[in-house]
């Protein structure tokens, strides 16, 4: 059985950091695409980054470059998103999911497994 869970999230003001971790048991990790996507109230589910299976292909939504970074730890089995210079619109519940294509997707329908999220509140 395939399992994400993330973790990391909280409430930060506006300027600060903070880092998801995606921990993923139930299948061969270094193998899948992984990718962070976010749903705010009342919005659709973004892309916010993805990552090779190798870590060598990212992808960063426009809102997001410069300011977060995607990263994988094949030996633990891990994905992090690190987060800086947050800001009031990043607010969001943060999702982790894991492709079948190995690849840095954007397209949710890429992905076949995904985590339960964790909330992010940046106050102003």
């Known amino acids: 059985q395939v399992q994400l869970v993330e973790s990391g999230g909280g409430l930060v003001q506006a300027g600060g950091s903070l880092r998801l971790s995606c921990a993923a048991s139930g299948l061969i990790f270094s193998r899948h695409g992984m990718g962070w996507f976010r749903q705010a109230p009342g919005k659709e589910r973004e892309a916010v980054a993805a990552?090779?299976?190798?870590?060598?292909?990212?992808y960063y939504a426009d809102s997001v470059k410069g300011r977060f970074t995607i990263s994988r730890d094949n030996a633990k089995n891990t994905v992090y998103l690190q987060m800086n210079s947050l800001k009031p619109e990043d607010t969001a519940v943060y999702y982790c999911?894991?492709?079948?294509?190995?690849?840095?997707?954007?397209?949710?329908?890429?992905?076949?497994?995904w985590g339960r999220g964790t909330q992010v509140t940046v106050s102003s």
């Open positions: 999911a894991a492709d079948l294509w190995g690849t840095a997707q954007a397209l949710d329908l890429y992905y076949d497994y």
């Open positions: 990552i090779s299976f190798s870590g060598g292909s990212t």
